[in-house]
């Protein structure tokens, strides 16, 4: 006769967790990877590590893989570091970041027809400063500057 174990609460947890990622997981954006360019000048959303302390900047637009973007669903997903999105700060961060991909309400974003990238906890991603080389990325209340201005370039 077999012996049973019950099964532990903290496992059913992470199970039901992961279960649900993988289930809310969206498909990749048929059209390709975008760049998303300020309307600052001629700088772009960049993810230059995938560590979750390492803030997202604006740079030089140059093409490179840091600077491109999958749209999956609500998610920006970062092309040089695949299953890492986009990730609104909290209380305990100030920058934008990258995080695992896990459709997360802090990774909802929201590109609207005025140039603004809305998350969905209400804010706009926005640049903390001018359009210089590495100039960190987070998200303010939203009010029509330049500096939370965007384009998706193909």
Not at 3 to 26: C, D, Y
Not at 68 to 77: A, F, I, P, V, Y
Not at 103 to 119: A, D, L, T, V, Y
């Amino acid at each position: 006769m077999r012996n049973f174990r019950p099964v532990s609460g903290a496992f059913v947890a992470i199970a039901a967790v992961l279960g649900t990622a993988l289930l809310g997981a969206a498909p990749a954006n048929a059209d390709g990877p975008v760049q998303v360019k300020s309307r600052m000048g001629d700088v772009c959303l960049d993810a230059p590590d995938s560590s979750w302390l390492t803030a997202v900047v604006v740079n030089p637009c140059n093409g490179a893989d840091s600077q491109r973007w999958n749209q999956n669903g609500e998610q920006l997903e970062s092309v040089a570091f695949p299953g890492n999105c986009l990730t609104s700060p909290n209380e305990d961060r100030w920058t934008a970041h990258l995080g695992p991909c896990l459709n997360w309400f802090n990774q909802h974003w929201s590109p609207q027809p005025n140039g603004h990238i809305m998350i969905s906890l209400d804010g706009c991603l926005t640049v903390l400063g001018g359009p210089n080389p590495g100039t960190w990325v987070s998200t303010r209340f939203c009010g029509g500057d330049v500096d939370q201005g965007w384009d998706l370039v193909p």
